[in-house]
């Protein structure tokens, strides 16, 4: 996803640049979306290892090939899951060519920044990037919606935080991976983890709601059709994640001690012992 100009060459954001490829690694649900959204601006091919994606990917635009041959795209945009993450990068560092620009869109980012430094060509630029949104959020379009940015090798992020910025109209926000992830394991982490304790209490009600309750049930529906890889990844992929699930179920633990003997209190005092 870079902008401005690409190996010395100008590229037009408003129609399909026939000079830049774009090779998505993952054409899951996400996969897709990114497929919907540059597809007038890049020629695409994309590998997924699952069957049945022609159909979408005839109704894309886009064509679906081998991953070594979507590997050696201009930009490489891997959009697959944390557990598989590593392996798809060894692969890519094979088959990439000099001056290809690799991003990649996983929910954490020190971990994915790490096995891309370690494991792929210094004649690539490197930017890790976590788009704060999913399919359901970017129902109605995406102008307007974050994106985190993380420069890892060389200095395209700043050509790529152009072109989402003007082409695609997102807020570039951008950061290391360190700041993400500890950002995130709050931000996604709890949002992630009350939308799944909420849903096993269900049904929810639906009828005497207040608005305070309905944007609650409103966030746990933009996160609960996530594929489960997410939830993996937020929870158990995110080194500070573990930290920020303790304290919140400790504090939780405290505040129902401190309900119970207030109960308790009132209970005493209401009958004279």
């Not at 697959?80 to 980012?109: H, M, R, T, Y």
């Not at 009350?194 to 049904?203: E, H, N, Q, T």
């Not at 504090?251 to 109960?263: C, G, Y």
Request: glycine fraction near 6%; proline fraction near 5%.
């Amino acid at each position: 996803m870079p902008g401005g100009k690409f190996k010395g060459r100008k590229m037009n954001t408003n129609s399909r640049s026939q000079n830049t490829s774009l090779g998505i690694v993952g054409f899951g649900a996400f996969g897709q979306l990114a497929a919907l959204h540059l597809g007038q601006h890049f020629e695409i091919s994309a590998y997924d290892p699952s069957p049945d994606l022609a159909k979408i990917a005839k109704q894309l635009g886009v064509r679906l090939s081998s991953l070594h041959s979507v590997s050696q795209a201009d930009v490489i945009l891997i959009a697959a899951p944390v557990s598989s993450f590593e392996q798809v990068v060894k692969e890519v560092a094979v088959a990439c060519k000099p001056g290809a620009l690799i991003v990649d869109v996983g929910s954490v980012k020190v971990i994915p920044a790490e096995i891309m430094r370690r494991l792929l060509p210094n004649h690539v630029d490197i930017v890790a990037t976590h788009p704060l949104f999913g399919p359901q959020s970017a129902a109605t379009g995406i102008e307007g919606l974050k994106i985190a940015v993380c420069p890892i090798q060389g200095n395209r992020h700043t050509r790529l935080a152009a072109f989402l910025r003007k082409a695609l109209g997102l807020t570039v926000i951008m950061t290391t991976p360190e700041d993400h992830d500890l950002e995130a394991a709050v931000v996604q982490g709890l949002t992630h983890l009350i939308a799944k304790v909420l849903l096993r209490m269900g049904p929810l009600p639906t009828l005497m709601t207040t608005k305070s309750f309905d944007l609650l049930s409103e966030a746990i529906s933009m996160v609960q059709h996530d594929a489960p890889e997410v939830f993996e990844a937020i929870e158990k992929a995110n080194p500070y994640a573990e930290t920020v699930r303790r304290q919140f179920f400790d504090l939780a633990a405290s505040l129902s001690v401190e309900l119970e003997t207030a109960s308790r209190t009132l209970w005493h005092n209401e009958n004279g012992n």
